[in-house]
């Protein structure tokens, strides 16, 4: 199960790799085609940047998320018992996980629902912003499966459980 785990995030890692490389590409043809003489101006590479930069952002902060890579206060929590520090993990584990259910799991579902049932359409590349609002709610389904993953490593209750230096 775990080799399965492991692959489904390393695709997840390649996807996102993958959009930051097309970001980067799409960027370069932007500029390449507003400054050099004799090409038209590319239309879409504004539009599309900004779309591939809110896929790769919500996708790599669940990433990040995933390795402990984002701020917190561990100079208080380092402070306290092991008793006291497990329960500060699983109480900030599970408000990740109620937050990125609610807020992007539940409410990226319904953005996404009522901009396809709108059929609201971007302005240059005309497709249906629906899907590409998407990134949200799956986004949210990356947190909340990496939130449980972090509350199943913790250790059963009267362990040492360390806290990650930054």
Request: charged share 15%; aromatic share 12%; net charge neutral.
């Amino acid at each position: 199960m775990a080799s399965l785990w492991n692959r489904i995030v390393r695709a997840l890692e390649l996807f996102t790799i993958g959009l930051f490389a097309l970001l980067v590409v799409n960027v370069l043809w932007g500029v390449v085609s507003r400054y050099v003489p004799g090409i038209r101006p590319s239309d879409f590479t504004e539009e599309l940047a900004v779309h591939l930069l809110v896929w790769v952002s919500l996708f790599g902060a669940a990433l990040t998320y995933r390795e402990y890579g984002h701020l917190g206060v561990d100079y208080f929590v380092a402070k306290l018992d092991p008793a006291a520090q497990r329960v500060v993990a699983v109480v900030i584990e599970l408000a990740v996980l109620l937050f990125a259910g609610f807020a992007l799991g539940h409410g990226g579902w319904r953005l996404v629902a009522d901009t396809l049932a709108a059929n609201q359409l971007t302005p240059v590349l005309q497709w249906k912003i629906g899907y590409l609002y998407a990134a949200v709610p799956l986004s949210g389904a990356c947190f909340c499966a990496f939130a449980l993953e972090h509350l199943l490593k913790l250790e059963p209750a009267g362990a040492h459980t360390p806290v990650k230096d930054v």
